[in-house]
């Protein structure tokens, strides 16, 4: 059995494959999300289990059907099939990346950033705003921390600071689990 312990800002995902080598989420995880994998700890947050054998559930709601990537079998255990493409792989480590974030008073702000001065400075508008477009334009003066998606948290002290996530993002700017206190917020028209 393959075990990755998943580092988010101060919380961690264990994912266990359950005799499921090879499949698409390890990929993801070894590929897109390397720089979030710690060695193993004790007590994770929220445990993962990806399974061989899984029977997808299906709901119906008027004339479409919807079948479930994965379900909840205690408040932290998510249980999953190793059957998921890649796109299903990165569409269920984001949504459970992003759910658990919530649940944890962790909001994700879409948005860009950059790093000025040693602080984010975070460009934040409705889609199509141009907030891609600024850290496009700024990245050969400073260095890009997001292109999409951040998470914000507030340290005991009342600072904010800016986590990168390991989302796919449209540039593929270098992540890693490091808080950065936040500089300044523009809000794009």
């Known amino acids: ?17 359950n005799q499921a080598a090879n499949s698409s989420i390890e990929r ?17 947050n929220l445990f993962v289990e990806v399974r061989s054998k899984y ?16 379900y909840e079998e205690k408040p932290n255990k998510i249980i999953t099939s190793k059957s998921l493409n890649n796109i299903q792989a990165h569409f269920f480590l984001k949504t ?3 759910n658990f974030l919530l649940e944890k008073g962790i909001p994700l702000l879409h948005s860009s950033a950059c790093l000025i001065n040693d602080k984010a400075t975070i ?3 409705t889609n199509n705003a141009g907030k891609s477009t600024i850290v496009k334009m700024l990245k050969n003066s400073f260095t890009p921390l997001c292109d999409d998606m951040c998470a914000l948290k507030m340290n005991k002290g009342g600072k904010l600071f800016l986590y990168q ?3 796919l993002e449209k540039n593929r700017y270098k992540k890693s689990n490091i808080g950065y206190p936040v500089g300044n917020i523009y809000f794009l028209s």
């Open 1 to 17: 059995m393959n075990t990755y312990f998943l580092k988010i800002i101060d919380f961690v995902i264990q994912i266990s494959f």
């Open 28 to 44: 993801v995880l070894k590929t897109y999300y390397k720089d979030y994998l710690v060695p193993e700890v004790s007590h994770p």
């Open 55 to 70: 029977l997808f559930r299906t709901m119906k709601i008027k004339k479409a059907t919807f079948m479930s990537l994965y």
């Open 96 to 98: 459970i990346i992003y």
């Open 123 to 125: 460009f934040t508008g």
């Open 165 to 167: 996530v390991p989302y």
